[in-house]
């Protein structure tokens, strides 16, 4: 059958299709491990369930859990993490496909990948497992999901915890936890605690203010977008209470320039007519198309000789905080004064 994405595929779980092979892969790690969970949670409680870490497992060994079943149950489910499809020889394939080709129907075998990226061009191995997993069961393409996705499903999971939230704070946390679902879940759990205790259930702007944290390279754009804005005072005032936070000047100064350098790459890229998909092919953005969606916001914003300029600014500001004996705040400050001066001319 054809490769689905993890709705559809939850979608068979509730649904009770019967599932007896699958392999879950691709950049959204929380679908994954939901996808899972949900398989998991499916089988009967009777079911014999055996976990593997594909680094340490023998195949001898998944075909001997594959093919027994316990004195208490006639189903079995075994999971492989992290597959080392890549490292297997010809003859250890050939083991594998046996394996996934005569296991019982009673025996549930699920892959999942969570530390490797798999590209089926470059690899004929990854490629020729998933056409066997595809041939006799179901692939799960768990993909990044956009902002729009990510606001949609923060909605979804506050209602159905008894919550209102509005779509444009819901885009306020999508933007402080980087679209990290992991992230945003954790956040959720609190916020929507805090809104029960007060008997509305609403979430308000200032609750996720109080109870939210913003990540680092979130502070970065919020930094950029103020120099870009020439608004010297905002851009410092969120220096500062990175600052009061104790967040490591060094990091500071690195998020900052890591975020001028995804607007340099983005400019150079679309000068060439090339996409931010080419971009993200090329460098690593796994996880991190956040990055190149806020450096897209911005690059309109600015010519490329001033972003060159930030970024030297910005590298010098590095070797001063990590040589010199001048208060570490000021270096950042006086970067962007810098900075903000070259935008002004």
Known sequence: MATINEREFLTKIRQNDQIGLCFLYGPDDYSKEICLNKLLKSVNTSTDIKIFNGSEMKLVELQNECCSVSFFSS??????????????????????????????ESCLLCFISTA????????????????KIDKDGIVVSCLEKSRANVISMIESTVKKRGCNI?????????????????????????????ALSKNSG????????????QQLDYKAFEIIKHILSKKSDMALKVVNSLF???????AINAAVASSFVDIYRVKLMAKHNHSNSELSAEYDYKGKDYKLRNAGYDANKCSLSFVKNAILQLTAADVKLKSSKQDKKSIIEEAIINIIFE???
Do not use: H
């Not at 080392?84 to 003859?91: A, K, T, V």
């Not at 009061?244 to 060094?250: G, H, I, K, R």
């Open 116 to 131: 490797t990226e798999i590209n089926t061009r470059s690899s004929s191995k990854w490629a020729n497992f998933i056409k």
């Open 166 to 194: 509005s779509s444009s704070l819901a885009g306020e946390i999508c933007d402080r936890c980087l679209n990290d679902m992991v992230l945003i879940n954790s956040e959720l759990e609190k916020l929507c605690s805090y």
């Open 244 to 250: 009061l936070e104790q967040v490591d000047a060094v």
């Open 343 to 345: 935008r002004a001319l």
């Open 202 to 213: 609403d979430i308000t702007l200032d609750a996720v203010e109080a109870l939210t944290a």
């Open 75 to 104: 189903e079995k489910c075994v999971v492989v993490k992290n597959p080392p499809i890549d490292s297997f020889s010809s003859e250890q394939t050939k083991q594998l496909n046996e394996i996934i080709g005569t296991k019982p």
